[in-house]
C-alpha cells in the first residue's frame, strides 16, 4: 500500500474511528499509536518486575544469611531466606524479562510503533490488523512466562540463556514446567515480534511521504528498519531452537541430550547465532534515538549522517559473524576461534563511527540539558564503557580467564542497562510530549537522571573489579569460596547501589504518572525539533495529520549549523503552505 492510497481513503478511515466503541479505540486497538502505549506500559510493568528480581538476586550476593525483606510472607518454611533453587529462578526470570519483555517491548514495539508512520508520514502501519496481533501475541507470552512463577516444580532456573543439558534433559531439573513455559513463552514471543518486523519493514519501504526518500529518513527510523530486518532473520532461529528445546523435555526427542546421542553444542550454536544479533536488536534502536535528541538539545544537524547509516548497515550485517566468541572456551577449533576473534574486533569500528559523530555533534553546539539530552549523553558514555570492555572478551586468551565472570555481567549490564534503559528514557522523556499531549516535569527529571547514573555505576562498575578478581556468575554464596571472600565488600557496595537504582526509579513513576494526568499541555512542538513527527498536533488525532499529509522537501540534517534554535528548520511543507524557495 502506498502513501498516496492511504491519503485516499483518510476520510473513510476517519468516519470509521468514530464509531469505534471503548474496547476496538483502547483494546483491541489497530491504531499504531494505542498499540505503541500499550507495548510501553506492558514494557514498563514488566521493568517491575524484573527490577524487583534484580534486587533479590543483588541482596543475596551481599547478605547470604540474612532474610530479604518482604519475602518472608511468601517463602515461610525458610523465613524469607532465599534457597538455592529460588535463587537460580531469580537470576534466570531476572534476565529473561528484562531483554525480552522490557527493552524489546519499549525500543522496538512501543517507539517503533509510534515514530515509523510518523516520521516518513504514514497514515498508520502497513498491516493494522497484524499489528494488533503483534501486541496481544508478545502480552500471551509475557503471561505465560510470569505463569512458570506458579507452577509445580519452580519457574526456569537454567539461566536466561537456558543451555543443554541443564535445561533439556529432566533428570537434572525434574518434571519442571517453569522451563516448559520459558520455551513456550518465548516461541510465541519470537511469533509476535516477527508480525512487527514485517509491518515495520513493508511500511518503511511503501508508505514514505512524498519526497521521503530513504536517506531523508532519520536515523531514529534506520535504526529501526535494521533492527526488524535483524529480528526477522533471528528470531526463527531461536522459536526453533525453543521448540526443540521443548521435544526434548516433553516429547522424548534428543536434540540436545549427549546420553541418547544429541549435541548441547547445538543449542549454544542455535542460540548465539540469534544471540548476538540481539545484541544489536536491543541496543540499535537506543542509537537511533540518541541520535534524534543530540541534535535537537545541540541546536546543529548530526554529525557525518551518511556514514552514522552506514554504520548501523554494517553493524547489522557484522552481528551475524561475530557469535562463536560466546563459545570460545567450548572446544572451538583455534583458527575458526582467531576468525571470531578478528570480526569482533572489527565491528568495534561501525561502533566507534558513531561514537565519534555523537561527539562532532556536541562540539560547537549550543547545548541545553533537559532529561531527554541527559539521557542520551548518559546512553553515549555508558555505552562507551560496555563497548570497551567487549573488546576485551574478543581476544581469546583474555575471555578464556574472564568467561563466566562477573566481568561478562558488567559489560552486559553497561551494554543492555547503560545503553538500551537510558536510550528508553531518553525516548520517554523526548516523545512523552507528543504521545501524551503533556509535559514532564524537568525538575523531577533531572533528579532521576543523576541519582540513576551514580547509582548505576556504583553497582555495575566494580563487577569489572571482582570479575577480574576471580568471582563466577550465578554463584549462590561468594562467601564459601575462601579465594573471594576479600572482596565480598564490594558485593555490599553493588547491592546499596542497586537498591538506590531500584527505588530511584519511583521518581521516574511519579513524575510519568503525575504527568500523564496532570502535566502541563504540549504545544504542537516543545522542543522546536525538525522532523516530521513534530509537525502533526499533540497527541497526534486518528491518521495523524488533517486532510493532508505534509511533503517533504529535505532531509533532517540537510544544512549547516544554524545561527539560532529558528533556523533549525524542519523537513516538512505544511500541507497548506508553498515549500521555501529552493529548499526542494
Known amino acids: 500500500m502506498s502513501a498516496t492510497t492511504v491519503h485516499g481513503h483518510a476520510a473513510h478511515a476517519e468516519h470509521e474511528h468514530h464509531d469505534l466503541g471503548f474496547i476496538r479505540t483502547y483494546v483491541f486497538s489497530t491504531d499504531h499509536k494505542m498499540i505503541a502505549k500499550q507495548f510501553l506500559f506492558l514494557g514498563l510493568f514488566m521493568l517491575i518486575i524484573g527490577g524487583a528480581l534484580a534486587l533479590v538476586v543483588r541482596w543475596q550476593l551481599a547478605w547470604p544469611e540474612t532474610p530479604v525483606p518482604g519475602l518472608s510472607l511468601i517463602l515461610t518454611e525458610t523465613g524469607g531466606i532465599i534457597e538455592p ?25 512501543s517507539f517503533g510503533n509510534f515514530l515509523i508512520p510518523l516520521q516518513i508520514g504514514a497514515r498508520d502501519m502497513a498491516f493494522p490488523t497484524l499489528n494488533m496481533l503483534s501486541f496481544w501475541t508478545t502480552f500471551s507470552a509475557g503471561l505465560i512466562i510470569l505463569a512458570g512463577f506458579f507452577v509445580p516444580g519452580g519457574h526456569a532456573a537454567a539461566g536466561w540463556t537456558s543451555y543443554a543439558p541443564l535445561s533439556s534433559v529432566t533428570a537434572y531439573t525434574g518434571v519442571n514446567w517453569g522451563q516448559n513455559l520459558w520455551c513456550i513463552s518465548l516461541f510465541i514471543m519470537g511469533v509476535g515480534s516477527m508480525m512487527g518486523s514485517i509491518n515495520y519493514i513493508t511500511t518503511i519501504i511503501n508508505m514514505r511521504a512524498p519526497g521521503m526518500s530513504l536517506f531523508r529518513m532519520p536515523l531514529a527510523l534506520w535504526s529501526l528498519f535494521i533492527t526488524a530486518i535483524l529480528l526477522l532473520l533471528a528470531l526463527p532461529v531461536l522459536t526453533s531452537a525453543a521448540a526443540m528445546l521443548l521435544f526434548d523435555r516433553t516429547l522424548g526427542t534428543n536434540w540436545f541430550n549427549p546420553s541418547q546421542g544429541g549435541e548441547p553444542l547445538l543449542w549454544q550454536h542455535l542460540f548465539w547465532y540469534f544471540g548476538h544479533p540481539e545484541v544489536y536488536i536491543l541496543i540499535l534502536p537506543a542509537m537511533g534515538i540518541a541520535s534524534e535528541v543530540l541534535p535537537v538539545f545541540c541546536r546543529k ?18 552481528s551475524w559473524v561475530v557469535y562463536g566468541h560466546h563459545m570460545f572456551v567450548s572446544g572451538m577449533n583455534p583458527t575458526l576461534g582467531l576468525t571470531f576473534t ?9 561502533s566507534a563511527i558513531k561514537t565519534f559523530n555523537w561527539l562532532g555533534t556536541l562540539w560547537g553546539g549550543r547545548i541545553t540539558f533537559p532529561p531527554p539530552m541527559l539521557f542520551a549523553l548518559g546512553f553515549v558514555s555508558m555505552f562507551v564503557i560496555g563497548g570497551l570492555s567487549g573488546i576485551f572478551m574478543a581476544s581469546t586468551p583474555v575471555d578464556i580467564y574472564i568467561q563466566d565472570t562477573y566481568f561478562i555481567v558488567a559489560h552486559i549490564h553497561y551494554v543492555v542497562f547503560g545503553g538500551s534503559i537510558m536510550g528508553a528514557f531518553a525516548a520517554i522523556y523526548f516523545w512523552f510530549p507528543k504521545m501524551f499531549g503533556r509535559l514532564t516535569n524537568n525538575a523531577l527529571g533531572h533528579v532521576h537522571f543523576w541519582l540513576t547514573i551514580v547509582a548505576f555505576n556504583v553497582t555495575f562498575f566494580p563487577m569489572h573489579i571482582i570479575g577480574v578478581g576471580g568471582q563466577m556468575r550465578r554463584i549462590y554464596n561468594p562467601l564459601q569460596y575462601e579465594f573471594l571472600q576479600h572482596q565480598q565488600h564490594w558485593n555490599v557496595i553493588m547491592t546499596v547501589g542497586a537498591i538506590v537504582l531500584g527505588f530511584s526509579q519511583i521518581i521516574f513513576a511519579v513524575n510519568f504518572l503525575w504527568s500523564l494526568f496532570k502535566g502541563a499541555k504540549a504545544p504542537t512542538n516543545p522542543w522546536n525539533a525538525n522532523t516530521l513527527e513534530w509537525s502533526a498536533p499533540s497527541p497526534p488525532p486518528h491518521l495523524n495529520w488533517g486532510p493532508k499529509i505534509p511533503t517533504v ?24 503552505t508553498g515549500a521555501p524557495a529552493g529548499r526542494h
Open 301 to 318: 544537524p548530526i554529525f557525518g549522517y551518511h556514514a552514522m547509516a552506514f554504520s548501523m548497515i554494517g553493524i547489522a550485517f557484522l
Open 553 to 576: 522537501y529535505r532531509g533532517p540534517y540537510e544544512y549547516s549549523a544554524p545561527e539560532s534554535k529558528d533556523d533549525f528548520l524542519p523537513q516538512w511543507q505544511p500541507a497548506t
Open 342 to 350: 578478528i570480526t569482533t574486533m572489527i565491528i568495534a569500528v561501525p
Open 85 to 109: 533453587p529460588h535463587y537460580n529462578m531469580a537470576f534466570t526470570m531476572h534476565a529473561t524479562i528484562m531483554i525480552f519483555f522490557v527493552v524489546m517491548p519499549i525500543l522496538v514495539g
